[in-house]
């Protein structure tokens, strides 16, 4: 499984982001997440969705800000990010495990393939 992440970019508190992963290769079956990775701290799962789509997980700090969505017939998992705050800087990556119909994983240790990455910036 190949992944590409982008959306990434500027934005002032407050305001909006969405990032979308594109999958390719072997996508059947995928368990997906986003995470984050700021400077100087660990990568955080901010977010996973089953390969159905309909069970979701979000870590506390996102709730009711961020939403996980995929589309299985293009193969895409978006993550829209609304409310930013500077908080929320980092590296984005998008990432894939091969799961089952109703399960989310929220450790990067279950997750075999990764994303590039993509920058977000929340400026104050």
């Known amino acids: 499984v190949q992944l590409q992440a982008s959306g990434g970019g500027l934005v002032q508190a407050g305001g909006s982001l969405r990032l979308s992963c594109a999958a390719s290769g072997r996508t059947f079956s995928t368990g997906m997440g986003w995470f984050r990775q700021a400077p100087g701290k660990e990568r955080e799962v901010v977010a996973a969705i089953s390969w159905s789509g309909t069970t979701r997980y979000y870590v506390d700090s996102v709730k009711g800000r961020f939403t996980i969505s995929r589309d299985n017939a293009k193969n895409t998992v978006d993550l829209q990010m609304n409310s930013l705050k500077p908080e929320d800087t980092a590296v984005y990556y998008c990432?894939?495990?091969?799961?089952?119909?109703?399960?989310?994983?929220?450790?990067?240790?279950?997750?075999?393939?990764w994303g590039q990455g993509t920058q977000v910036t929340v400026s104050s």
């Open positions: 990432a894939a495990t091969p799961g089952n119909l109703y399960n989310t994983y929220i450790n990067l240790m279950q997750y075999n393939y």
